[in-house]
């Protein structure tokens, strides 16, 4: 009988690789660079498992090894390690300068991203008028604004009349105001 929970998320694999293994994966403070060929060393150790697919298995690793956490801890010299968190193979020279260029590409995609997101962030438009009881206006309840009639306004919620006769309450950020 196939188990019914697998673990989806990147985050959540993540999470449970560092419950499993401890010594090798870390959630907070300095990552430690992982053995090459570890994604083969957990299949291995967790064969009878059934919450982790090896597609998103494959794919937290790739999240976890590219997180720039990840890519500050490999400096040549130091050593990776195994599940167990037993020194392995040495980083080289090479290891650390492709890290650090995908460092370096991460950190630069980031800033355009943020850049991205400030321009895309709409502009201040003017400030809308104080409302009163007895303006008209319109309310936004569904994919086309009512117009109606404000009857009466309390701290945060607004009484509307609308024009079938029925009267809405509605939060400030409802109503569209001229």
């Known amino acids: ?15 449970y690789l560092s419950q499993q293994f401890p010594n090798c994966f870390s959630l907070e403070g300095e990552a430690k660079p ?4 570890i994604f083969q060393d ?4 967790l064969e009878s498992s059934e919450l982790l697919s090896k597609t998103k298995l494959r794919v937290a690793l790739r999240t976890y090894t590219m997180s720039w956490r990840y890519l500050y801890s490999i400096k040549e010299g130091a050593n990776r390690v195994d599940l167990d968190g037993n020194a392995t193979e040495v980083i080289t020279k090479e290891q650390m300068e492709h890290a650090q260029q995908l460092l370096k590409e991460s950190k630069q995609q980031a800033k355009e991203r943020a850049k991205l997101k400030r321009k895309a962030a709409p502009k201040p438009t003017r400030k809308p ?15 086309k604004p009512i117009t109606g009639q404000i009857i009466t306004i309390e701290k945060d919620q607004i009484k509307v009349k609308v024009g079938t006769g029925m009267e809405l309450t509605v939060k400030p950020e409802h109503i569209i105001n001229r």
């Open 34 to 37: 992982l053995k090459i060929g």
């Open 1 to 15: 009988m196939e188990n019914q929970f697998q673990l989806t998320s990147s985050k959540d694999i993540i999470n």
């Open 129 to 143: 008028r104080a409302l009163k009881i007895g303006d008209s206006v319109k309310v936004n309840v569904g994919k």
């Open 42 to 45: 957990i299949i291995t150790h």
